[in-house]
Every structure is written in structure tokens, then in C-alpha cells.
């Protein structure tokens, strides 16, 4: 490896020479001059963060911007491990900033080497030369994160008497640096780029695909973007699925981004980089839809969920705020079904206990709807279809204005044919949600089942009904209309005797309509 040794620094300290230079880009590179425009508008701000989860394009967005500036007027410094010693890191900082200036940090490195921490007299002496610099120049430690453990303390000096006027400093890494970042920004003293910044836009999305060679349909387009939210890493993942191939069963898993690869990455660069009760806390919170500390600490059984909550935002690991105050959030998806999966993978029984001590929770807190999915995940099905005929029908009943239908997608409902009842609530309660797809699916079920249900039961017309319902949902209004005397049958005598049969009443309107079709289309 070449290095070099120190000899400006005074300090024998070895500096790698790739630590001192950007990163090659990469011929596949989407230009972002808006970006470009946000970190050349730092120049006078005492910091620049540009702060985002691995696989952001952090390194390379730097890389790029670097190469538009002035030459001789950039410094850069790639951190690793090795720079949480601080006197190793301050003399990575010296020499990187050397190439702009020869005799930079001189006096700093005499006083480092006489001691081993950075003193009110290196600081000052750091910003002297500082500010000597050529006017317009910018030093950029890339992975600071890697350093802050051991160089923060003293970077927080260095930030609050930085001579903005004359050079601009650029700190990268995955999460925030920890510099007392509030007073800057009150002050309108940092510039800062953050994951949402960095996710790329649709026609960025389709820019670095076109790099890779690979073309497709805007539809598909859209779909991976949805997916992939803008994450750079699953996007590049896609493109070298997608490139040289034209099997459609490979096209649509690189699509959908599953995968081994994906699954690696996040898992080694991303979650095993965390404190092992940050990673446990993320895997056992991805059993939920909508994050909130209240709902993490029954799952979780935490007291300090909301705390982990905040660290996990403030760290930008894949968490988007669902309110301006940022009390309630939820998971990439692609990250979030990452996280399900090795969840179910290391533990599936401590999986079922989640759902099911998020169910208990979301029952006594009245969602009935997300109670009963998450019963579901817990295989408490008799539980939570029982759940679902209580109450949810109920809960359409007074508020007809509801969220999607029920994910069912833990079930099989065919494993129901030998419990009809419960099978024809699911797909009433789908039908009702406007799901005629799902709904049919399970009316065709049921059918399968017809020799268990009494001919004249109350189950039988409450069948017919859903079947004639149906019917004129899907526009097919003749047989609606043959089906609705079977229907008309739970109506006749009493008023209905509970919730059930006035969503049958509900329905009726729908099918009645369906004898005024045939009429008008029979004249």
C-alpha cells in the first residue's frame, strides 16, 4: 500500500495516500447539480453536514462536487477506524489540508507531538493557518463518523472559531456529528444535506439505470422507484439484476429488489455497524406498520423506547417522520421487510410474541383492524377472525369511512372452507373496503363449502346476499338481481338482530339498483 510518512506533520505518523484523495467516480455517475448548488451555498456557514445511511451516495455526491471546484483548493480525507485515536485523525486532518497548503498545521503538529491531545493552543493554531488559507477553499472529511468517537470533543472547538469567511469545512458520515449541531443552525451557521436529500429523484432513478444500460417502461420505472424510495444502494443493485437480461421472472424479482444481495448489504454495512440494543430494538419494531414510543414500548417492552426512537431518527437509519413533529413514523419498506425477515430468521417465536403483544395493545387502545392483523402474524386466527366479526364489521357499521381491508396476507383462507362463518366475514369485510377481487376470491370458496351450510340458515342468505353484493359491484347487475330474493330473505319479519345483517341493508341499495339496469336495459 502506498502511504506517505508524516514528514509534513512532524508526527511519523503513516497516512495512507488513497485516505488524501476522493474516490474514483464511477462511469455510471448521475450529475446532481441541485446538490451540487446546497454544498457550494455552505461557503461561509462555519460547518457543512452532508449526513446519510450507508449506500446513500454521500462519497460520491463529495467526490463530484469536489471535481467541479478550483483546483488546488480542496482537501479531502477518508476516515476509517483507526482515526478514533485523536491524535491519528488530527494528523490525517493536517495532512490532507497540506495539499492545499504546504506549510499548514506545522506549529499544530509540534505542539500534537509533545503531547497526546489536541490543546487550546493546537486549536488555536489550526484556525490561524485556517484562516490563512487561499480564500474559497474547502476541506472535506469523508466518514467522519468513524473518528467521532475520539476527535468530536475537539472538532466542536475547531467549528465554533472556524474562519467561514475564507474556508469552508465539510464533515460526511452516516449519522449526524455530535458538535452541538442546534446552536449552528439556530445561528443560520450550517449548511446541511441529509437521507432525504440524497435519495434520488424519479428521473435520477432512471439516469443511473440508463448508466448501467438498462431501459424500462415508465410503469416499471415508477414501481422500482416506489420500492427503492431513492436508495442509491438498492437502486444500482436493480440496474446490475436488470442489465443483460430479458427473462421476465428474473425482471420482476430485480424489480420488486429482493434478494440476497440487498439483504447482505444491509445487514453487514448497516444493521451490524449499530449497538446490539439499537439493532434488537429496529428488529423488533419492524413487526410495525407506524412506529410511536407508546406502541414500541408494549411491543418492546422498553422503557426507553422513546429515547431509541429519537437515536434511531436522529442516526438516519431508514426512519420517515409521518408527522412535522416527529412523533410517529415508519421503516423504508425495503428496509422494513429486510428486518422482518431476519427477525423471523434468528427468532420466529420471539416474532409471534411481538405480534401478539402488539395486537394485546392495539385491542385495548380500540384498532380493532390492526389488532386483528397482528393476531394474524401471531397464528391467533380463531382470535382474530373473532375479533374481526365483533367489531370490526361493527366499526364500518358507525364510521363507513375506513382504512384498506384487512391484511390477510399472513392467512390462508382456504384453510377456513370448513369454518364458513368466519370465511364469509372476510370477505365481507373486504367487500365492504371494495376489494371485488379478493372478495370473489373468497365468495368462490365458500361455494366449495356450500354442502356444510344449512340451505335455509341465516348463514345460507347471508351468502347469497355477499354473492348478489357482489355481483353489482362487479357490474353484473343480472345476476344481482337473481340473487337478491335469497337476500331480501334476512330483511323480511324483525329488524335485524345485530350489526351483520344491517351491513346486509347496506348492500341492499346496490342490488335493488341492479333491477332498474335490467329494466332499462330490456326496454
Keep these: 500500500m502506498s502511504a506517505v510518512t508524516g514528514v509534513g506533520t512532524g508526527l511519523g505518523t503513516r497516512i495512507a495516500t488513497a485516505k488524501l484523495r476522493p474516490p474514483a467516480l464511477p462511469a455510471t455517475l448521475v450529475k446532481r447539480p441541485g446538490l451540487h448548488a446546497r454544498l457550494t451555498a455552505g461557503a461561509g456557514t462555519r460547518l457543512t453536514v452532508v449526513a446519510g445511511p450507508a449506500g446513500a451516495g454521500k462519497s460520491v455526491l463529495l467526490a463530484d462536487w469536489a471535481a467541479t471546484r478550483p483546483a488546488g483548493l480542496t482537501s479531502w480525507l477518508s476516515c476509517d477506524g483507526a482515526d478514533a485515536d485523536p491524535v491519528r485523525f488530527w494528523a490525517g486532518f493536517i495532512e490532507a489540508t497540506q495539499v492545499i497548503e504546504p506549510g499548514f498545521g506545522a506549529d499544530a503538529a509540534d ?3 509533545s503531547g497526546s491531545a489536541l490543546s487550546a ?3 488555536a493554531s489550526l484556525i490561524n493557518d485556517a484562516a490563512k488559507l487561499p480564500a474559497g477553499a474547502a476541506i472535506v472529511v469523508d466518514d467522519f463518523h468513524r473518528a467521532a468517537a475520539g476527535a468530536a470533543g475537539d472538532m466542536t472547538a475547531l467549528v465554533d472559531l472556524w474562519p467561514a469567511e475564507t474556508v469552508q469545512l465539510v464533515l460526511s458520515g452516516r449519522v449526524n456529528p455530535p458538535l452541538r449541531l442546534h446552536r449552528l443552525r439556530v445561528a443560520d451557521e450550517l449548511c446541511d444535506v441529509h437521507g432525504r436529500d440524497l435519495a434520488f429523484s424519479l428521473a435520477e432513478s432512471r439516469d443511473l439505470l440508463a448508466g448501467f444500460g438498462v431501459h424500462i417502461s415508465p410503469a416499471d420505472l415508477e414501481l422500482l422507484y416506489q420500492r427503492s424510495e431513492g436508495w442509491a444502494a438498492a437502486l444500482k443493485m436493480a440496474a446490475l439484476s436488470l442489465r443483460d437480461t430479458t427473462d421476465p421472472a428474473r425482471m420482476a424479482r430485480a424489480l420488486q429488489i429482493r434478494g440476497y444481495t440487498i439483504t447482505e448489504y444491509f445487514l453487514s454495512e448497516i444493521l451490524d455497524q449499530q449497538p446490539p440494543d439499537v439493532a434488537r430494538f429496529m428488529l423488533d419494531t419492524s413487526i ?3 412506529l410511536t414510543a407508546d406502541v414500541c414500548a ?8 422513546a429515547a431509541l426512537l429519537r437515536s434511531i431518527d436522529t442516526a438516519g437509519l431508514f426512519l420517515t417522520a409521518l408527522d412535522d413533529e416527529r412523533t410517529s ?6 428496509v422494513r421487510q429486510v428486518l422482518c425477515a431476519e427477525l423471523r430468521a434468528r427468532d420466529e417465536a420471539r416474532e409471534q410474541e411481538l405480534n401478539l403483544r402488539a395486537a394485546e395493545w392495539f385491542e385495548a387502545t380500540g384498532e380493532p383492524r390492526r389488532a386483528a392483523c397482528h393476531l394474524l402474524r401471531a397464528r391467533q386466527v380463531d382470535r382474530a377472525l373473532t375479533l374481526v366479526q365483533d367489531r370490526v364489521v361493527t366499526e364500518f357499521m358507525h364510521d363507513p369511512s375506513v382504512p384498506a381491508p384487512l391484511d390477510l396476507s399472513p392467512l390462508d383462507p382456504s384453510l377456513l372452507v370448513d369454518a364458513p362463518d368466519q370465511l364469509l366475514v372476510l370477505a365481507a369485510d373486504v367487500l365492504l373496503r371494495g376489494d371485488t377481487a379478493r372478495g370473489g376470491q373468497y365468495l368462490d370458496l365458500l361455494e366449495h363449502a356450500r354442502s356444510s351450510i344449512p340451505p ?4 345460507a342468505n347471508r351468502l347469497a346476499a355477499m354473492r348478489s353484493f357482489h355481483y353489482a359491484l362487479t357490474g353484473q347487475a343480472d345476476k344481482a338481481v337473481r340473487l337478491a330474493p335469497a337476500g331480501q330473505a334476512i330483511q323480511r319479519g324483525t329488524q335485524p338482530a345485530d350489526d351483520w345483517n344491517a351491513v346486509i341493508m347496506v348492500a341492499a341499495p346496490l342490488v335493488y339498483a341492479g333491477f332498474l339496469i335490467v329494466f332499462l336495459l330490456a326496454n
Design 288 to 290: 410495525l406498520g407506524k
Design 329 to 334: 413514523f415508519r421503516y423504508h419498506d425495503l
Design 121 to 123: 493552543d493546537v486549536t
Design 456 to 459: 335455509k340458515s341465516s348463514l
Design 111 to 113: 505542539l500534537l507531538a
Design 298 to 305: 408494549a411491543v418492546t417492552e422498553r422503557q426507553d423506547a
